[in-house]
């Protein structure tokens, strides 16, 4: 998920460097309200105290970080 330009974000290099990787990678994109570019990516491993999967970054969340830091060296 990245902030809709509606929200006054601006279409930076972190959403769109982000955004292209997940394309390529075949996973689905969608624009929400939810995010900031401030911390570049954070994996969700719990919502309410509540554990997500394995409660830790899985392996596309891994990958996409990986294919980002790539892009941003």
């Not at 982000?18 to 624009?31: Q, T, Y």
């Amino acid at each position: 998920m990245t902030p809709a330009r509606h929200c006054g974000m601006l279409e930076g290099v972190t959403s769109k460097s982000v955004m292209d990787i997940a394309v390529r990678m075949g996973i689905k994109i969608w624009k929400t309200t939810l995010t900031g570019t401030a911390a570049e990516l954070i994996p969700v491993v719990r919502i309410d105290n509540r554990v997500i999967g394995a409660g830790e970054p899985g392996p596309v969340f891994n990958k996409l970080l990986a294919e980002f830091r790539e892009i941003v060296r």
